[in-house]
């Protein structure tokens, strides 16, 4: 195997960034991402301990199991929009509805940061439709001047 036969990295680096572009282009990418971070605080703020010089703050709430509930189902929410883009309606009005619920259960939807990543997430989720194919949409186009 001599040097020049050997693939360049620029091209496997190419080659990789434009399949994840391709990736990411058939399924609500966006509204999966942010849906998937709004679980992490969610989860972790309710059981977080804060101190202030000698003075320990915990802020577990009553309600510690829902949060973590709440949390870990927006994570599998955010990858069911990825990895299921059927299903995107579902789980992007699940997100909204579990972001709402977080604001009574989880210290105000984790002090309204995963509050706002899932509601954005949710609705990005609902409104994202797969685009159609560059070939095809040219060939609508040509076959209606046609007639």
């Known amino acids: 195997m001599s040097a020049e036969t050997r693939p360049r990295l620029m091209d496997t680096l190419g080659r990789t960034r434009r399949s994840f572009w391709d990736w990411r282009g058939r399924r609500p990418f966006w509204g999966g991402l942010l849906t998937l971070l709004a679980g992490f605080p969610i989860m972790y703020i309710p059981y977080q301990t804060v101190t202030l010089g ?6 577990a709430t009553t309600a510690g199991a829902g ?3 709440i949390g870990v189902l927006l994570v599998v929410l955010g990858l069911t929009m990825w990895f299921q883009p059927q299903s995107r309606v579902f789980a992007g009005v699940a997100a909204i509805l579990l972001a709402l619920v977080s604001l009574v259960v989880s210290n105000f939807g984790a002090f309204i940061v995963g509050f706002l990543l899932a509601l954005i997430g949710g609705g ?3 409104s994202w439709m797969p685009g159609t194919p560059e070939a095809a949409a040219g060939e609508g186009e040509g076959a209606s001047r046609a007639d």
Do not use: F, Y
Not at 54 to 59: G, N, V, Y
């Open 54 to 59: 000698d003075l320990s703050i915990r802020l």
């Open 67 to 69: 949060s973590l509930i």
């Open 124 to 126: 990005l989720g609902v």
